[in-house]
Nanobody, 114 residues
Framework: QVQLAESGGGLVPPGGSLRLSCAVSGNIFRIRTMGWYRQAPGKQRELVATITPTSNTNYEDSVKGRFTISRDNAKNTMYLQMNSLKPEDTAVYYC????????WGQGTQVTVSS
C-alpha cells in the first residue's frame, strides 16, 4: 500500500518562501504522474501543479511563475518550491497521483500572514 507523507509547511509572511516535501513509499512513484494539491478552509481541494515521471511540469494559473514542482525518483520524493507567497496560498497542501489517487496523507499546513 502506497503511503504519502508531506512536510515543510509553516507560517510565513507575504512574499516569503517555503519548500514542501512529499515522501512516497513504494516504487510505483517512479511511473506515476504526481501532483501537489491544496485545500483552503471552506473550499474544495484543487490541483496546483503536476509532474510526469520524466519531469514535465504543469501549473495552475494562480501559481505559475511562483511555484516549482520537482521530483527525485531515486529517493521516491517530490518537492514544491513556493516563492512570493500570498495570503491566498494559505491552505493544507497534499501530494498524490494526478489520477487514480492513493489514500491521502495528513497534508502540511501553509499559512501566509503578516
Amino acid at each position: 500500500q502506497v503511503q504519502l507523507a508531506e512536510s515543510g509547511g509553516g507560517l510565513v509572511p507575504p512574499g516569503g518562501s517555503l519548500r514542501l516535501s512529499c515522501a512516497v513509499s513504494g516504487n510505483i512513484f517512479r511511473i506515476r504522474t504526481m501532483g501537489w494539491y491544496r485545500q483552503a478552509p471552506g473550499k474544495q481541494r484543487e490541483l496546483v501543479a503536476t509532474i510526469t515521471p520524466t519531469s514535465n511540469t504543469n501549473y495552475e494559473d494562480s501559481v505559475k511563475g511562483r511555484f516549482t514542482i520537482s521530483r527525485d525518483n531515486a529517493k521516491n520524493t517530490m518537492y514544491l518550491q513556493m516563492n512570493s507567497l500570498k495570503p491566498e496560498d494559505t491552505a493544507v497542501y497534499y501530494c498524490n497521483a494526478q489520477v487514480a489517487t492513493f489514500d491521502w496523507g495528513q497534508g502540511t499546513q501553509v499559512t501566509v500572514s503578516s
